[in-house]
């Protein structure tokens, strides 16, 4: 059963996921204006319904002693999908295990080796637990940030695009709050593209409207309000950014 929270714990989250090492209670309360001690409530409430399940550092294992991430696919077929990543958990080497709800590919596994005959061995005891390895990927680099809608939304707060370049080689990847003025509000996708509003290099791969998160399509509108998330290899323009939000960005 979901928790029912308001805006005022979405801010709280906001910024403990941004930096929860560095911020406190009165950090928050000044950005969110309430008082200290009904963030510290709000937060404890949090962690007590498992909303907030932990705070964990984020680790650059390369470097340490170059050591090597590797991301696996693996299906657990018939079995206890459970039991299985709690068993996979054991193996020296695994620091996250995900369940997938789907038949194929339904645990992703996340392990650090000391050097590829190190990811070898963990891929073994992987799979002499009977656990099928699909596919695998050897992680480069990993970027996190806050989940936007939870974030300010105050214009004179916080500026309309926000993310970070470079995810992949040289492509942008950036969030945008579309506006009222927005060219392509009102419109859908495939309209966008027709009418050159939108260049045919840039992806939106996805769109916050609401309590909604939305894999796009060619008929899906895109809305006053929505947070939309856009792809480009070529690198997101000043003219694509003012396609969603009525002007150019002036982020840095």
Same mark, same amino acid.
């Given at each position: 059963?979901?928790?029912?929270?308001?805006?005022?714990?979405?801010?709280?989250?906001?910024?403990?996921?941004?930096?929860?090492?560095?911020?406190?209670?009165?950090?928050?309360?000044? #950005?969110?204006?309430?008082?200290?001690?009904?963030?510290?409530?709000?937060?404890?409430?949090?962690?007590?319904?498992?909303?907030?399940?932990?705070?964990?550092?984020?680790?650059?294992?390369?470097?340490?002693?170059?050591?090597?991430? #590797?991301?696996?696919?693996?299906?657990?077929? #018939?079995?206890?999908?459970?039991?299985?990543?709690?068993?996979?958990?054991?193996?020296?080497?695994?620091?996250?295990?995900?369940?997938?709800?789907?038949?194929?590919?339904?645990?992703?596994?996340?392990?650090?080796?000391?050097?590829?005959?190190?990811?070898?061995?963990?891929?073994?005891?992987?799979?002499?637990?009977?656990?099928?390895?699909?596919?695998?990927?050897?992680?480069?680099?990993?970027?996190?940030?806050?989940?936007?809608?939870?974030?300010?939304?105050?214009?004179?707060?916080?500026?309309?695009?926000?993310?970070?370049?470079?995810?992949?080689?040289?492509?942008?990847?950036?969030?945008?709050?579309?506006?009222?003025?927005? %060219?392509?509000?009102?419109?859908?996708?495939?309209?966008? #593209?027709?009418?050159?509003?939108? %260049?045919?290099?840039?992806?939106?791969?996805?769109?916050?409207?609401?309590?909604?998160?939305?894999?796009?399509?060619?008929?899906?509108?895109?809305?006053?309000?929505?947070?939309?998330?856009?792809?480009?290899?070529?690198?997101?323009?000043?003219?694509?950014?003012?396609?969603?939000?009525?002007?150019?960005?002036?982020?840095?």
């Amino acid at each position: 059963m979901s928790l029912e929270i308001d805006s005022i714990d979405e801010r709280i989250l906001y910024y403990l996921a941004q930096e929860a090492r560095h911020t406190s209670a009165p950090d928050i309360a000044e #950005n969110v204006d309430v008082s200290p001690p009904t963030v510290r409530n709000r937060i404890r409430r949090l962690e007590e319904e498992g909303v907030i399940r932990g705070y964990h550092a984020n680790i650059d294992y390369q470097k340490v002693g170059g050591r090597l991430t #590797n991301h696996y696919v693996c299906s657990t077929g #018939n079995r206890d999908r459970q039991e299985m990543a709690q068993r996979v958990l054991d193996i020296p080497g695994v620091i996250n295990v995900r369940e997938i709800m789907s038949g194929k590919g339904d645990l992703r596994i996340s392990v650090v080796g000391s050097d590829t005959q190190d990811l070898t061995r963990i891929a073994q005891d992987i799979t002499a637990l009977d656990i099928e390895i699909d596919d695998e990927d050897l992680v480069h680099r990993e970027y996190l940030r806050p989940f936007a809608p939870f974030g300010p939304r105050d214009a004179d707060l916080v500026s309309p695009v926000t993310g970070v370049a470079g995810l992949a080689g040289d492509a942008d990847v950036v969030e945008v709050l579309v506006r009222e003025s927005a %060219p392509i509000a009102g419109r859908t996708l495939q309209e966008a #593209n027709e009418r050159d509003i939108v %260049p045919p290099d840039v992806l939106v791969v996805r769109i916050n409207r609401d309590d909604d998160s939305i894999t796009p399509t060619g008929e899906t509108a895109i809305r006053e309000g929505d947070f939309v998330t856009i792809h480009s290899r070529t690198g997101v323009t000043d003219a694509t950014l003012e396609a969603f939000t009525g002007h150019s960005s002036d982020a840095e």
